[in-house]
């Protein structure tokens, strides 16, 4: 489903005309199969969100191939990529990044409202997400009227709402104490077994990390597989 190839990327910083070229990732490959969670795990600084930016598309690698749903992400143009992520991607965030206008409900039918989809088919699948993410109950409140873990819950709701193939998320559970961080975590693995999603999490966390199918380490740009976990 995701197979990364010898992939190499370089920062330019420092002021213009005297700039050093940091190397940020140095030949990492990985493979992500359908239906696995997979956790890359990594320090802060060791490259995980440049990784997850480059299997996003929306920065392109020195060097390497990014095939994602057996189409290659690095030989894609703008328009191309944001179509490939509308299709087939679902994003979540250490800080949620709901908007703070719009109640639960709103926020996960937004993608639908954005793609066209009509109010009765829209009022239908946001019930059906908010049943499945169990927030039915607060679906009218705004997010500042909800728990991190609620918020959480939403942001997911809006992920998934467009049925994408594979989740990417950072950090997901880096805002929450440990109760409801278990708590995001089991239902990640539910919707996984439920509806086959493939999930790739960033994090620093080794506890998250084990909660995944398998998991792999970076470390200052390059990355090893590590032990296999049953969850
Ligand atoms: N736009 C940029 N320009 C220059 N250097 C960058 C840029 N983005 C990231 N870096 C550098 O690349 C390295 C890897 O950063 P990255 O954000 O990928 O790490 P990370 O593992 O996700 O860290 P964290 O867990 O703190 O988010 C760091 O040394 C960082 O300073």
Redesign the pocket.
């Known amino acids: 489903m995701i197979a990364i190839h010898q992939l190499n990327h370089t920062?330019?910083?420092g002021k213009k005309g005297n700039e050093k070229k940091?190397p940020?990732l140095r030949n990492v490959s990985l493979d992500v199969a359908e239906g696995e969670i997979v956790a890359i795990l990594?320090?802060?600084?060791?490259?995980?969100?440049?990784?997850l930016n480059l299997v996003a598309g929306f920065m392109s690698p020195d060097s390497g191939t990014i095939q994602v749903n057996r189409q290659e992400i690095t030989s894609k143009n703008e328009t191309e990529k944001s179509n490939f992520r509308l299709q087939n991607y679902g994003f979540i965030f250490q800080s949620f990044q709901l908007m703070p206008g719009l109640t639960a409900f709103e926020n996960v039918e937004l993608p639908l409202k954005l793609q066209g989809v009509k109010k009765v088919e829209r009022q239908a699948r946001v019930k059906e997400m908010l049943t499945q993410v169990g927030l039915l109950e607060v679906e009218d409140h705004y997010p500042n009227e909800l728990s991190g873990g609620q918020q959480q819950r939403v942001s997911i709701g809006r992920a998934l709402i467009g049925k994408p193939s594979i989740l990417l998320a950072d950090?997901p559970t880096g805002s929450l104490d440990s109760e409801t961080e278990q708590e995001i975590l089991q239902l990640i693995q539910l919707l996984n077994e439920r509806f086959g999603i493939t999930f790739v999490i960033?994090t620093?966390d080794e506890e998250v990390a084990r909660t995944a199918h398998r998991q792999y380490r970076?470390h200052d740009?390059a990355i090893t597989e590590e032990a296999h976990y049953v969850s």
Do not use: Q, R, Y
Request: aromatic share 4%.
């Open positions: 920062f330019a910083i940091v940020v990594g320090k802060s600084g060791s490259g995980k969100s440049t990784l950090e960033i620093h970076m740009g």
